[in-house]
Structures are given as structure tokens and as C-alpha cells.
């Protein structure tokens, strides 16, 4: 136990002491995790709205791919990403390889397909009258297609949350792309998760503990955020 | 208030807001609509009548652009649209079944069309509160929609739609998902409103009151066909099909052969046995349904009892065709009637006494039912022959028998009640029938 509680000062004064290595890891984390996010949002709600909205010839395996693509082994994408990117890869000439760019694609991939699921079971549960009723005050296709979003729009928030939780946690793809290097002290594709991993085989608890406390931190804070959108949405709307 | 004939004589020269011809949707391959052709007219209040299924809710969205036909045309002011028009689109407006309203406050809603439309904040403001007071729901501006109840939704989903100003009004079945207290008050929102503001109204109903009590015009619809157009006289009094019949409310239908003519009376013998005189140009042997509303079937007791006839019962006859005197034919009808009528029509002599009714037939009390204010009497006739058999083969109201509408009072006065011997009926004039043979 002492370990523990020993691991857990440590890090706890890394982080206010502002360790610079400790930082550059945290900012990369989220700086991939987001722009992952950001990218999965652009693919995924369009996809997901689209599949949730149409039904049409092959719709039954185009929602089973979706789903699938949710329950994506991490390790297999990294292959996947990895195999693209190497040298002998259809990308390989981009060097991409090692970069924050290849986790990127890789956290991307991991994303996409859960923010598209969420979305289109969001968007699916979201009755039909609602856009025929806006199209019969006038809508146009694309007024009647933000309606229908605006009406999903606490399971949207949900799938970006979802998304980006699904994203920052990533470590078999991210390390496998990656490769959690650094260089002179210097943080170059480390991050949270990968980081902790090696930290811990190499018996740095207090570094590998401190990224531990701001993962969770960050659990918390995009949970309590959720939880105050939904709650603060409601608040305005019994306001107004 | 403007009297519905006389907007109708207007709507009859009014120009066409809406016409449509050879419309066909399927789903599933399955056709689910099929109208040669339909047209609204500026300024009127059309109502499709029809059972669930018969494709009224299909009609609503082709007409409103809201679903593309698999065939047929659509103008709105004599200018072709389809779901792509959204400029035609946004003349119309539609309230559904389920009032459907979105996320967010009262005013939210009701300014959703406007803002749909570009119009500026302030004068969709403006807007929102002028017609919020038209139907009288001000108060309700900045509730959040959740907490309203089902009429107050109705009500604003009705207010949302007349935001917009629109030319033509759709409303699909906007009362039935009220209670019954809050149903009525709607409809007469409704028709006050529509009125108030001269608004052309396409109104999708399954309730026949409902189509009475607001269309110019009806059209009723039957497995996915428009059966009649008409006014709401001509559709309720003179139905063109059985189930139109049915559907409006008739509850009497029997289906006979023409045994004899005169003078355009023609006695007709339905499948049952029971022969009846009817005025309308019939050929003899043409076979022909009676329609008979049960309002029209009036009841008198035959042995004992005060000896006064239901209170629906009208004595004059507007034929003018008079004279049944006790126990006697006059020679006019007698020339009419076939060896069988002695029995199967009137038993002239004793009973309810002298008559101008043409139609009076014998019968025993089957059923008592309350009908709201009214009751509903079952009466099987003696003179059918038929029976059980032939009422189980019935599609409509039961052959052999009749149904007829008293009041209360006149129930308890002639102590009406199952296994009673009765007489019921019907003016010549009071029955309709349609000729032809229809399954």
C-alpha cells in the first residue's frame, strides 16, 4: 500500500511542480484525441444521420458494418494503420509512420464508427412525423434535416463524448503507430495511455500514476460536463 | 358567421387551389392509393372521410408535397409541383395527427415556419403573438412544450401552422387524439379560425360529425378510391355506394330487387323477404340497395301500450302522396303492391291508425342501447324470411331487420324494450336507394 501512496504524492507534485515531459505528454493526448474527434464528428454524424434517416437497399449491412466498426478491436486497427503506413504500405511514402498524425488516423478510426453508431440510433429514434411536420411548415431538406439533428441533439453530445472518451483511452492502435517515443526528455508521440504502460514495466509509479489521475480526471470532467449540458438544457428550456 | 352553402355557392366558382389527377402510391408494391381525380377549391373546407386504411393519411401527404406519388400530377393554382417545390410547399401548412412539437418553448415552436421562412426576429414575434391570441392561448407563450397537455399542443401546433400564413391548411386528423370534451372545443376552434380567416382547408377525418360539423365539401374515401364528392347533404342523404352508406351513418342497408313501378314509386323486395316503396327511377327486376338512417325509422307499439308512435315519427308526407285509411288501401298504392306487400308491408288495419307513411312494417324489439342522448333499437322484422343465416352473410347493418334512433323519453313513454312488438316506419322519402348491384 505504501507504493501506492507513495506513487500518488509523487505525482501529484509532478503536476504542480509542471514537469515538463508530464505536460507534453497531456497535451498530446488531447491534442490527437481531439482533432480524432473532431475528424470523427465530420465523418461519423453525416454517415450516421444519413443511415438513421434512409432506409434503402443494403441499409441492413451498412448499419451492421456501423456497428461492428463500434466494437473495432483497437489492436486490429493499429495492424491495419500500421500496415498502410509502413514503408511497404499504400501510404508508406507519406513517412507517416511514428508521427502524431498516424495515432491520429488510428484514434480516428477508433472514433468514427462509435460517434456514427450513436448517431444513427439517435437520429433513428427521432420519429418520422418530426421532419414530415417540418417540411409541412415549410422546411427545406436541409432545414428539415436540422430539425431532426436539434431533436437528437442530447444522444449527439452523447456520441461525441463517446467518441472522444473511446479516442483518449486508446492504447494497443496508438502504440503500435506511434510508438510512445521521446526524445532528449522530450515528449514526441508519447501519450497518456502509452506512456503510463512503459512508465509502469519500467517502475516509474509516480510518472506512470500521475497520467493515471488526469485520465480519470478527464472522465470526470467530460462526465460531469454531460451531465451539466443536459441538465442545463433542460434548466433553460423550464426557464424561458 | 358565413353560411357553409352559401361559401360553398362561392367555392363553386372559386378557382382550383389544388387538383390532382391519377395519383397511385404503394408501399411495399402494395398499392395503398389510387384517385382518378381530386381538386380543392380557393376558400373551402374539403374534408376526406374514411376508415383507417383507406388511405386518407396517404392523400393528405401527396397533396401537402410532403410524399412523392409513384404516378399522377399535382398543381397547386394550376401550376405542376412535387415534393421539390418548396416555394409551393410553403404555401401550406400541416398539423398533424400527433401534435408534433420540438424541443424548446411555445414561441419556439410557432416561430419554427417563420424562421424556416428568413422572416426577421421581430416580425416573427409580432406574428406568433397575433395568432397565439387568435386561438386564445397567449398565456402559454413561454411554456416549454413538455408541460402542456394534449389540447393545449393541438392548439399551439394549430397556431404554428397559421404563423405562416398559408394558402392552403392541412389538417390530418387534428382532433383525434383529444378526449372527447377537449375534441369538441378544438373543432369549433377550428372552424372559427378557418372561418375568421377565409383559409382553404384540406381536413383528413375518420369521424363523420366531424366532416358535418366543418366541410364545405367531402370526399370519402374507401380502400385507397374517393367513393363520393360531395356536399355534406349530398354525400350523408343520397350516398353513392353502400359503404358510403355504412360510413356516414346509415345503419339500415338492405339489398333487394325491383318488383314494381308507378308513378315513380317502386316497390322493392329485399333479399329478406321485406318489401318496401321507395320513389326513384328504378327499372323493374333491377336489383338495388336501401339505405335507411336510423334517425328516419320511427317506432309505435302494436298491441296494448299507449298507442303513441315514437317521437320521430312525422306524419306528413312530402311526397304528398297520402291516404292509408284504416284497414283499406287506397286504390293509388294498391296498384303498386304485389300479392306478397298484404303481409310484408304495413298491417294497415289497427295499430298505429291512420298514416301517411308508406312503409310500416311489423316487427319484435331485438335490442335497446343507449346512445348518448338518444336510443338505438334493434328490430327484427316478421315479414323476413331469411333469419340468422341471411343476417350473418350482411356486410352492412343486418338484412331482415331495422335499426332505428328514438329519444330517451320516447323509449321509457312506450316501455321499448327486447321481445316487444313494434311497428317501425320510414317515409318513402326518408329512404335512398341506390340502384345497381354492389357486392
Same mark, same amino acid.
Given at each position: 500500500?505504501?507504493?501506492?501512496?507513495?506513487?500518488?504524492?509523487?505525482?501529484?507534485?509532478?503536476?504542480?511542480?509542471?514537469?515538463?515531459? #508530464?505536460?507534453?505528454?497531456?497535451?498530446?493526448?488531447?491534442?490527437?484525441?481531439?482533432?480524432?474527434?473532431?475528424?470523427?464528428?465530420?465523418?461519423?454524424?453525416?454517415?450516421?444521420?444519413?443511415?438513421?434517416?434512409?432506409?434503402?437497399?443494403?441499409?441492413?449491412?451498412?448499419?451492421?458494418?456501423?456497428? =461492428?466498426?463500434?466494437?473495432?478491436?483497437?489492436?486490429?486497427?493499429?495492424?491495419?494503420?500500421?500496415?498502410?503506413?509502413?514503408?511497404?504500405? =499504400?501510404?508508406?511514402?507519406?513517412?507517416?509512420?511514428?508521427?502524431?498524425?498516424?495515432?491520429? #488516423?488510428?484514434?480516428?478510426?477508433?472514433?468514427?464508427? #462509435?460517434?456514427?453508431?450513436?448517431?444513427?440510433?439517435?437520429?433513428?429514434?427521432?420519429?418520422?412525423?418530426?421532419?414530415?411536420?417540418?417540411?409541412?411548415?415549410?422546411?427545406?431538406?436541409?432545414?428539415?434535416?436540422? #430539425?431532426?439533428?436539434?431533436?437528437?441533439?442530447?444522444?449527439?453530445?452523447?456520441?461525441?463524448?463517446?467518441?472522444?472518451?473511446?479516442?483518449?483511452?486508446?492504447?494497443?492502435?496508438?502504440?503500435?503507430?506511434?510508438?510512445?517515443?521521446?526524445?532528449?526528455?522530450?515528449?514526441?508521440?508519447?501519450?497518456?495511455?502509452?506512456?503510463?504502460?512503459?512508465?509502469?514495466?519500467?517502475?516509474?509509479?509516480?510518472?506512470?500514476?500521475?497520467?493515471?489521475?488526469?485520465?480519470?480526471?478527464?472522465?470526470?470532467?467530460?462526465?460531469?460536463?454531460?451531465?451539466?449540458?443536459?441538465?442545463?438544457?433542460?434548466?433553460?428550456?423550464?426557464?424561458? | 358567421?358565413?353560411?357553409?352553402?352559401?361559401?360553398?355557392?362561392?367555392?363553386?366558382?372559386?378557382?382550383?387551389?389544388?387538383?390532382?389527377?391519377?395519383?397511385? &402510391?404503394?408501399?411495399?408494391?402494395?398499392?395503398?392509393?389510387?384517385?382518378?381525380?381530386?381538386?380543392?377549391?380557393?376558400?373551402?373546407?374539403?374534408?376526406?372521410?374514411?376508415?383507417?386504411?383507406?388511405?386518407?393519411?396517404?392523400?393528405?401527404?401527396?397533396?401537402?408535397?410532403?410524399?412523392?406519388?409513384?404516378?399522377? %400530377?399535382?398543381?397547386?393554382?394550376?401550376?405542376?409541383?412535387?415534393?421539390?417545390?418548396?416555394?409551393?410547399?410553403?404555401?401550406?401548412?400541416?398539423?398533424?395527427?400527433?401534435?408534433?412539437?420540438?424541443?424548446?418553448?411555445?414561441?419556439?415552436?410557432?416561430?419554427?415556419?417563420?424562421?424556416?421562412?428568413?422572416?426577421?426576429?421581430?416580425?416573427?414575434?409580432? &406574428?406568433?403573438?397575433?395568432?397565439?391570441?387568435?386561438?386564445?392561448?397567449?398565456?402559454?407563450?413561454?411554456?416549454?412544450?413538455?408541460?402542456?397537455?394534449?389540447?393545449?399542443?393541438?392548439?399551439?401546433?394549430?397556431?404554428?401552422?397559421?404563423?405562416?400564413?398559408?394558402?392552403?391548411?392541412?389538417?390530418?386528423?387534428?382532433?383525434?387524439?383529444?378526449?372527447?370534451?377537449?375534441?369538441?372545443?378544438?373543432?369549433?376552434?377550428?372552424?372559427?379560425?378557418?372561418?375568421?380567416?377565409?383559409?382553404?382547408?384540406?381536413?383528413?377525418?375518420?369521424?363523420?360529425?366531424?366532416?358535418?360539423?366543418?366541410?364545405?365539401?367531402?370526399?370519402?374515401?374507401?380502400?385507397?378510391?374517393?367513393?363520393?364528392?360531395?356536399?355534406?347533404?349530398?354525400?350523408?342523404?343520397?350516398?353513392?355506394?353502400?359503404?358510403?352508406?355504412?360510413?356516414?351513418?346509415?345503419?339500415?342497408? %338492405?339489398?333487394?330487387?325491383?318488383?314494381?313501378?308507378?308513378?315513380?314509386?317502386?316497390?322493392?323486395?329485399?333479399?329478406?323477404?321485406?318489401?318496401?316503396?321507395?320513389?326513384?327511377?328504378?327499372?323493374?327486376?333491377?336489383?338495388?340497395?336501401?339505405?335507411?338512417?336510423?334517425?328516419?325509422?320511427?317506432?309505435?307499439?302494436?298491441?296494448?301500450?299507449?298507442?303513441?308512435?315514437?317521437?320521430?315519427?312525422?306524419?306528413?308526407?312530402?311526397?304528398?302522396?297520402?291516404?292509408?285509411?284504416?284497414?283499406?288501401?287506397?286504390?293509388?298504392?294498391?296498384?303498386?303492391?304485389?300479392?306478397?306487400?298484404?303481409?310484408?308491408?304495413?298491417?294497415?288495419?289497427?295499430?298505429?291508425?291512420?298514416?301517411?307513411?308508406?312503409?310500416? %312494417?311489423?316487427?319484435?324489439?331485438?335490442?335497446?342501447?343507449?346512445?348518448?342522448?338518444?336510443?338505438?333499437?334493434?328490430?327484427?322484422?316478421?315479414?323476413?324470411?331469411?333469419?340468422?343465416?341471411?343476417?350473418?352473410?350482411?356486410?352492412?347493418?343486418?338484412?331482415?331487420?331495422?335499426?332505428?334512433?328514438?329519444?330517451?323519453?320516447?323509449?321509457?313513454?312506450?316501455?321499448?324494450?327486447?321481445?316487444?312488438?313494434?311497428?317501425?316506419?320510414?317515409?318513402?322519402?326518408?329512404?335512398?336507394?341506390?340502384?345497381?348491384?354492389?357486392?
Amino acid at each position: 500500500m505504501a507504493v501506492f501512496w507513495d506513487a500518488l504524492k509523487e505525482a501529484v507534485s509532478l503536476l504542480v511542480r509542471g514537469d515538463h515531459y #508530464v505536460y507534453e505528454v497531456i497535451w498530446m493526448s488531447l491534442r490527437v484525441a481531439g482533432v480524432a474527434t473532431v475528424l470523427g464528428v465530420l465523418v461519423g454524424v453525416p454517415v450516421g444521420a444519413w443511415l438513421g434517416l434512409r432506409k434503402f437497399r443494403g441499409w441492413g449491412v451498412a448499419a451492421t458494418f456501423l456497428n =461492428v466498426g463500434m466494437m473495432l478491436p483497437p489492436v486490429a486497427v493499429g495492424l491495419f494503420v500500421f500496415l498502410l503506413l509502413s514503408r511497404q504500405g =499504400v501510404f508508406g511514402s507519406l513517412n507517416l509512420l511514428y508521427t502524431p498524425a498516424a495515432m491520429t #488516423v488510428a484514434e480516428f478510426l477508433i472514433a468514427a464508427p #462509435v460517434i456514427g453508431a450513436i448517431t444513427m440510433s439517435g437520429v433513428g429514434s427521432v420519429p418520422k412525423e418530426v421532419r414530415l411536420q417540418a417540411l409541412g411548415l415549410g422546411a427545406s431538406r436541409w432545414q428539415s434535416l436540422w #430539425v431532426v439533428l436539434r431533436e437528437a441533439r442530447v444522444t449527439l453530445l452523447s456520441a461525441v463524448v463517446a467518441g472522444f472518451g473511446a479516442a483518449i483511452s486508446e492504447v494497443g492502435a496508438v502504440m503500435m503507430v506511434g510508438g510512445n517515443l521521446s526524445s532528449g526528455g522530450h515528449n514526441l508521440t508519447g501519450t497518456m495511455t502509452t506512456a503510463t504502460m512503459m512508465l509502469v514495466r519500467q517502475g516509474k509509479y509516480a510518472e506512470a500514476m500521475a497520467f493515471a489521475l488526469i485520465l480519470l480526471f478527464i472522465a470526470f470532467l467530460i462526465t460531469l460536463a454531460l451531465t451539466y449540458l443536459q441538465r442545463g438544457v433542460r434548466r433553460r428550456w423550464l426557464q424561458s | 358567421m358565413k353560411d357553409p352553402q352559401q361559401t360553398l355557392a362561392a367555392g363553386e366558382r372559386a378557382p382550383l387551389a389544388i387538383e390532382a389527377e391519377g395519383l397511385v &402510391k404503394k408501399y411495399g408494391g402494395r398499392p395503398v392509393l389510387s384517385v382518378e381525380r381530386f381538386e380543392v377549391r380557393e376558400g373551402e373546407v374539403l374534408a376526406v372521410l374514411g376508415p383507417n386504411g383507406a388511405g386518407k393519411t396517404t392523400l393528405f401527404r401527396l397533396l401537402a408535397l410532403l410524399e412523392q406519388p409513384d404516378s399522377g %400530377w399535382i398543381k397547386y393554382a394550376g401550376v405542376p409541383v412535387d415534393v421539390r417545390s418548396l416555394e409551393a410547399r410553403r404555401r401550406t401548412a400541416a398539423v398533424f395527427q400527433r401534435p408534433v412539437l420540438f424541443q424548446g418553448s411555445v414561441e419556439d415552436n410557432v416561430a419554427l415556419g417563420l424562421r424556416f421562412r428568413r422572416l426577421s426576429s421581430r416580425a416573427a414575434k409580432d &406574428k406568433v403573438r397575433s395568432v397565439l391570441e387568435l386561438l386564445g392561448v397567449s398565456d402559454l407563450a413561454s411554456r416549454d412544450v413538455r408541460s402542456l397537455s394534449g389540447g393545449e399542443l393541438q392548439r399551439v401546433a394549430l397556431a404554428r401552422a397559421l404563423a405562416v400564413d398559408p394558402a392552403v391548411l392541412f389538417l390530418d386528423e387534428p382532433t383525434s387524439s383529444l378526449d372527447v370534451h377537449v375534441r369538441r372545443r378544438f373543432r369549433e376552434d377550428i372552424r372559427r379560425v378557418t372561418q375568421e380567416l377565409g383559409l382553404t382547408v384540406v381536413i383528413i377525418t375518420h369521424d363523420h360529425n366531424e366532416a358535418l360539423a366543418l366541410a364545405h365539401r367531402v370526399a370519402v374515401m374507401h380502400e385507397g378510391r374517393v367513393a363520393q364528392v360531395g356536399t355534406p347533404d349530398e354525400v350523408f342523404l343520397s350516398p353513392a355506394t353502400p359503404f358510403v352508406a355504412d360510413f356516414t351513418g346509415a345503419e339500415t342497408i %338492405w339489398r333487394g330487387r325491383v318488383v314494381s313501378c308507378l308513378r315513380e314509386i317502386c316497390v322493392i323486395r329485399t333479399s329478406d323477404g321485406v318489401m318496401l316503396e321507395a320513389p326513384g327511377e328504378l327499372s323493374l327486376g333491377e336489383e338495388a340497395v336501401v339505405v335507411i338512417r336510423p334517425e328516419d325509422v320511427a317506432l309505435s307499439l302494436l298491441d296494448g301500450g299507449p298507442g303513441r308512435s315514437g317521437d320521430l315519427a312525422d306524419n306528413s308526407d312530402s311526397l304528398g302522396l297520402h291516404a292509408f285509411a284504416s284497414g283499406a288501401l287506397t286504390p293509388r298504392a294498391g296498384d303498386v303492391l304485389t300479392p306478397r306487400a298484404g303481409d310484408a308491408l304495413t298491417p294497415r288495419a289497427g295499430g298505429a291508425g291512420a298514416s301517411s307513411v308508406r312503409n310500416r %312494417w311489423k316487427g319484435v324489439v331485438d335490442s335497446v342501447a343507449p346512445a348518448g342522448p338518444l336510443v338505438r333499437v334493434v328490430v327484427r322484422l316478421d315479414g323476413s324470411e331469411g333469419g340468422a343465416q341471411a343476417s350473418c352473410q350482411a356486410r352492412f347493418g343486418g338484412e331482415g331487420e331495422v335499426i332505428s334512433l328514438i329519444t330517451r323519453a320516447s323509449a321509457e313513454e312506450l316501455g321499448i324494450a327486447p321481445g316487444k312488438r313494434v311497428m317501425a316506419s320510414v317515409k318513402a322519402a326518408a329512404l335512398h336507394v341506390i340502384a345497381g348491384r354492389h357486392a
